[in-house]
């Protein structure tokens, strides 16, 4: 790259720079490489930064419609906390023997898995009778999480088996 001068260099920075946006260690040495000149210094810069996060370049799951990253932070934080999920479906989702059904698994009992699916479970629960386990679910989980709340929980509930 040493010999390459002028124009033909900056060709070359442009091709390279593109090439690099998710290309591990060629976005790094080319971070260096365009940290020369400041202004492509800049241009690489939103690269630099992402490759600092995790899987940057990992293609992200695509979430279902009205569903948002933040809703599934917050679920997840529910899921063990104010929904007390957990202590029917255990701490990662995978369920309770004879209690809780794995929630992290393609099988779906009460819905067909789909996102709004597992809303509306979430939301009325599940009766003794329609439980495998003949161990009512109640709506909520019987707890007084706020509709929105319920949303969010379901929303970090349908990434458990995606
Ligand atoms: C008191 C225990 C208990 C609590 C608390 C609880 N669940 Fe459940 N859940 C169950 C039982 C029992 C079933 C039905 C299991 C079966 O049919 O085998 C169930 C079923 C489900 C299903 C349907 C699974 C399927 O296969 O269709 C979902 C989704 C679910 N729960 C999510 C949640 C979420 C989210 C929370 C927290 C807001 C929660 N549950 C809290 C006991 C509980």
Known sequence: MIGYKGSRWMVLLVATVG???CG?????STAEAVAQTPAAAEAANPCAETAEAANPCAAMQELPEGVTAAMVEEGKGLFGGAGICMSCH???GS???NLGAD???DEWTHSDGG???IVAT???GVTADASSSGIP???KGGTSITDDQVRAVSAYVWTLSK
């Open 90 to 92: 255990a701490p990662d």
């Open 19 to 21: 090439v690099a946006a």
């Open 24 to 28: 591990g260690d060629a976005a790094e």
């Open 103 to 105: 929630l992290t698994d």
């Open 115 to 117: 996102y709004e699916g």
């Open 137 to 139: 679910m109640p709506p």
């Open 122 to 124: 979430v939301m009325n």
């Open 95 to 97: 369920g309770v023997p």
